[in-house]
């Protein structure tokens, strides 16, 4: 069985370029003061890029803090052996959550009093000496998770006068920041620095602080605060053309598949389910393992492009759920078993997650995390 998964792996894989992720952690550490921690965003599988290799290469390399959006995330980076803090970004609400945190010694994104308490209360229900460190979180104009920043005071001293808890950031997500117009990203920083400067002048001891996203490392180093939160800019992709110039990135994602029959088609032949290609002539057509299932949005369907011995080929006809056609003219003698870049470079060609983005009316981080889990991920 071994054996037969090891071959059928062979069909299609996600290669994970981790010199390119080193790369791009050396970029983002240029814009950065020297004192300006990095907390990882490796949620979602980092991204699809696989969370274990790419953490344990970011901690290897110094990174700080790793950032997850669910407790089960978190506790698949702990059994991996990664020993480096991890935030939990969303929300915790159950006392088996809380247990599971204490006992893989994540921490907690705070909400909302209500949260809190619940916390506090399932911290008191473990060893008296547990004392969880938690990050408040203040919506400043995301409108998604967070205490309104106009009740930063109060959200500060009633989490701070909880038992059990000790407050170790204090943060705010953007909006906006990838957006030409930074009207709104303004108006985001102005709310979070004077949410803090309540919460000093209330008394209270500052604890870490952040807000950049990776839109928000790129913008200006005034929203680095001691430490940002860079993901979409780790996996070599830009959060938005006007700030490509702002840094060089390596994409670390590339998806290759085998091709599994060469065949000659006849002019007026149709090519797949709805037969949205008809051949206007004689051609070669490839068919090559990797469909809709493993991630391909099936919308793409001959709009898509792959690259074959370092040149561009049409996808034709409908993407199906195991495999896709491409129209094979261009390339002389191609081979069952030769392989197809669907997305990445081959010789001097390069097919982005952006171009798909853009093709699609959507983002590059949505196609990232699209990949599916059939896709083995090969780290080189
Ligand atoms: C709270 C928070 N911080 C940081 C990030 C990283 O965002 P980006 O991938 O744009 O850098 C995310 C991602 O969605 C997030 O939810």
Known sequence: MDDLIDWEQQRAWVEIDLSALAYNVRQIRGLLAPSTKIMAVVKADAYGHGAIDIARTLTDM?????????????????QA???????????????????????????P??????????ISKAVATLDPSVVLNV????DTGMSRLGADWQQAVAFYREVEDLPYLQIASLYS???????????????????????????????????????ANSAGVLVS???????????????????APHLQSAIDLQPVLSVRARITQVKSI?????????????????????????????????????????????????????ITMDRIMLDVSQIPDLQ??????????????????????????????????????RLPRVSK
């Open 173 to 211: 997500h953007l909006a906006t920041a990838d957006e030409l117009d930074p009207t709104v990203m303004e108006m985001q920083i102005d709310r979070f620095d004077r949410s803090i400067a309540a919460i000093a002048a209330a008394g209270h001891l500052l604890p870490m602080l952040h807000l």
């Open 81 to 107: 052996g990664i020993f480096a803090p991890i935030l939990v970004l969303g929300a915790v609400n159950s006392e088996m959550q809380v247990h599971e945190i204490a006992k893989w010694d994540l921490q």
């Open 109 to 118: 994104t705070i909400c909302s009093i209500a949260q809190a308490t619940v």
């Open 62 to 78: 110094g990174v700080e803090w790793l950032a997850v959006a669910t407790v089960t995330e978190g506790i698949e980076l702990r």
């Open 135 to 138: 990050h408040l979180n203040l």
């Open 221 to 239: 180093d005034r929203l680095n605060y001691q430490l940002v939160r860079p993901g979409l800019i780790l996996y070599g992709l830009c959060p």
């Open 336 to 373: 069952v078993g030769e392989i197809a870049t669907i997305l990445g470079t081959d010789g001097s060609v390069r097919i982005t997650a952006d171009d798909w983005a853009n093709q699609l009316g959507t983002i590059s981080w949505e196609i990232l995390c699209g990949f599916k889990h």
């Open 266 to 318: 006849t002019a007026g032949t149709g090519v797949s389910y709805g037969y949205r290609f008809i051949a206007k002539r004689d051609m070669p057509i490839a068919v090559v393992e990797i469909g809709y299932a493993d991630g391909i949005p099936r919308r793409l369907s001959d709009r898509m492009q792959a690259i074959v011995r370092g040149r561009l080929v049409p996808q034709i006809g409908s």
